[in-house]
């Protein structure tokens, strides 16, 4: 959907909204702050949530953001992706199946579309006669970053 101009604070508030109501929940104050969190906040986790949440809106409680995150992962808002080792961590991308390459050295998280471009994406080499529907795959590695930082420059001009 385009749009010729950026929205207004307000058109948010109603997107925010609109998507809560969409997904059968009650819209209040608290949903709609982390729905807003989560679609600048990609891969967050509650923490984050709620340090995002409580600079704008002092008052807001941990729980009532954790509370809310669960309600949107039961109510299908929410994608909730646990790398071994980090905080669950939620995003708003929840309509295909897309896989996360994960940074071991800074904990940077990336989207990568699906590999085959449909669930589960990955056959196992044995099914033992399971019906699959996902395969959810963390590829583990260093970012481009880290790994300019750990590599010492290349020194020029010399032979
Ligand atoms: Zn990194
Ligand atoms: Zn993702």
Known sequence: MASLATPAHGADAADA??????????VTDSRAAVYDT????AHASAED????IVERMPRASRQSVYNALGDFADAGLVRRIEPAGRPML??????????HLVCTSCGAVVDVDCAI????CLEPSDSHGFILTTAEVT???VCPAC??????PLTEGTS
């Open 17 to 26: 909204a609109a998507a809560l109501r969409a997904a059968g929940l009650k």
């Open 90 to 99: 939620f995003e708003l991308r929840v309509s295909d199946n897309h896989h």
């Open 117 to 120: 471009g449909a669930a589960p």
């Open 147 to 152: 790994a300019r930082a750990a590599t010492p």
């Open 49 to 52: 949530v709620y340090l995002a």
């Open 38 to 41: 989560l679609r600048t906040h």
């Open 139 to 141: 590829y583990w590695g």
